[in-house]
């Protein structure tokens, strides 16, 4: 199993730009597949962005179509999350997270094994 390490939240204004990073360690990570979530206070974990470990398909929450982009860097063992035109209704900790199944899109929580530690991401109005 890989192990996560998140980087990059922070607290932006309405409309501002973040970028979220997570390095893995510990494995190939071109084995992979990621995908990112989100959990504000008082919700459930749910689903932002994954991306297959060929880097070929991605999905996105409705919600943030359009706004997010994931990307991933086998070199760096890394994926990325940049996030534009942040909403208020974004903030939330965010979540890389992996596994290492067969290549493809998996878009619920219980499909992934090792989860980064997470990340706060605060947007105000």
């Known amino acids: 199993q890989v192990q996560l390490t998140e980087s990059g939240g922070g607290s932006v204004q309405a409309g501002d730009s973040l970028q979220l990073s997570c390095v893995a360690s510990?494995?190939?990570?071109?084995?992979?597949?990621t995908g990112w979530f989100r959990q504000a206070p008082g919700k459930e974990r749910e689903f932002v962005a994954a991306?297959?470990?060929?880097?070929?398909?991605?999905r996105y929450h409705d919600s943030v179509q359009g706004r997010f982009t994931i990307s991933r860097d086998n070199t760096q063992t890394a994926v990325h999350l940049q996030m534009n035109s942040l909403k208020p209704e974004d903030t939330a900790v965010y979540f890389c997270a992996t596994n290492r199944g067969i290549n493809g899109i998996y878009s619920v929580a219980r499909a992934y094994n090792s989860w980064g530690q997470g990340a706060q991401v605060t947007v105000s109005s």
């Open positions: 991306m297959s470990r060929s880097g070929v398909q991605t």
């Open positions: 510990g494995d190939n990570f071109s084995m992979y597949n």
